[in-house]
């Protein structure tokens, strides 16, 4: 069978509508439960985010987000892990094509990369931070290379017990990532049309076109969501480069824990901090 063949399988296996949300509530309970038994890294609080639906005026260009309070926030400090669902007036059709976005590997994926460690578990490392641009910090590439990073190092670490299905799912969620690089640069540079970047994610990207439409519209928007992919490189090369250093030492739970001491600043400074040098981020 061909990999379209195998993902049309996988995009099938997914909750219903109105069981979504409840999917991703359990799904973060396993990855917390997973990532403490493994000492995969710390998790500072035993307080989940809120799982609900997305507002209103933020549809339009996410299927799932993490919604956390700034690092001095003292009162409204939830955090509110958002979840598209289908529009009301959608068609059967319609509802089933999106939902295929929601499959059993991708909503893993999503949760690792929104919450359990990615997110949700970087934005509680910031209250305890030692200094103020620390806590305040933020690089794009960093947030979203750490929580894209995660999504790939929770199944080497075993999560899933080699579900294949959970793999393709991440390798359909890197797909997606490695999509934005070249669509994002491609459209501000006048090469690619929305249409033209809308067939290049369901082509390349292998996303249901409800996705590619979305994607393709925020990329008229965000010409640098390329950080995902970019960022998810920096950090594998940090990861190695780490690891040379420490040698019979090494500790990947101490790794990824030093690393969230840093805060969100950019990955070259990152490198500075851990490996005490200036060498190339990729």
């Not at 973060?28 to 035993?46: A, K, N, Q």
């Not at 934005?180 to 929305?194: D, K, L, P, W």
Request: net charge negative.
């Amino acid at each position: 069978r061909t990999p379209e063949q195998i993902l049309t399988e996988l995009e099938r296996d997914h909750p219903p509508a109105e069981k979504l949300l409840a999917a991703f509530q359990m799904a973060l309970g396993g990855l917390r439960s997973f990532i403490e038994t493994r000492h995969i890294v710390t998790i500072p609080s035993p307080v989940p985010p809120t799982v609900e639906e997305t507002p209103p005026f933020m549809r339009a260009l996410t299927t799932a987000s993490m919604d956390t309070p700034g690092a001095y926030e003292k009162v409204a400090k939830e955090a509110f892990f958002n979840v598209t669902l289908p529009e009301a007036g959608w068609s059967a059709p319609q509802v089933e094509e999106y939902l295929e976005d929601f499959n059993r590997g991708t909503i893993i994926s999503t949760a690792v990369h929104e919450a359990y460690p990615g997110h949700y578990t970087q934005f509680l490392w910031l209250e305890n931070l030692p200094t103020k641009v620390r806590k305040i910090l933020g690089c794009s590439s960093n947030a979203e290379g750490w929580a894209h990073y995660s999504e790939q190092m929770m199944l080497e670490e075993g999560y899933g017990n080699g579900d294949l299905r959970l793999r393709l799912g991440q390798l359909q969620d890197a797909l997606l990532r490695d999509a934005r690089y070249i669509v994002g640069i491609q459209m501000h540079t006048g090469q690619m049309t929305v249409d033209q970047a809308t067939d290049f994610f369901i082509k390349e990207g292998y996303q249901p076109r409800p996705i590619a439409e979305k994607e393709a519209k925020r990329g008229t928007s965000d010409p640098t969501y390329l950080v995902y992919t970019l960022g998810k490189l920096e950090i594998l090369k940090l990861r190695d480069d780490y690891k040379n250093k420490k040698g019979a030492q090494f500790s990947l739970a101490e790794f990824h824990d030093s690393f969230l001491k840093q805060g969100m600043a950019p990955l070259k400074l990152v490198r500075r901090a851990l490996l005490a040098n200036d060498t190339p981020v990729l």
